[in-house]
């Protein structure tokens, strides 16, 4: 078993289409933590796709507390293969 992935999160305020393209350009991808606490974040994506293949649990560090996280779903743009978006929820 390989070791989880620690991914950065930065909760965010803002909601809406013209955000989120925002936070793509960015290199950010806008995310949902579902659940009993949840909240919206923006998270890198550069480790997303290992924590996706490997299985879809990782670390997540948001306001410098580090949680698991489980991907609940994961949106992805049909041509260029791109997370979209992400809902997760605590492990």
């Known amino acids: 078993m390989s070791e989880r992935v620690t991914i950065q999160a930065e909760p965010r305020e ?12 960015q290199g950010l991808i806008p995310a949902n ?5 949840s909240s919206k974040i923006s ?4 480790w997303l796709s290992k924590a996706w293949k490997a299985d879809k649990t990782f670390d997540m560090v948001l306001a ?9 779903e994961l949106q992805v743009h049909p041509v260029k293969r791109i997370a979209l ?3 997760l929820m605590y492990a």
Not at 14 to 25: F, H, I
Not at 43 to 46: E, N, T, Y
Not at 64 to 72: E, L, M, Y
């Open 33 to 37: 933590i579902i659940g009993k606490d």
């Open 85 to 87: 978006h992400v809902d």
């Open 14 to 25: 803002e909601t809406g289409k013209g955000v989120s393209r925002k936070l793509r350009k």
């Open 43 to 46: 998270l890198d994506p550069k």
């Open 64 to 72: 410098g507390v580090t949680k698991t996280v489980r991907i609940q």
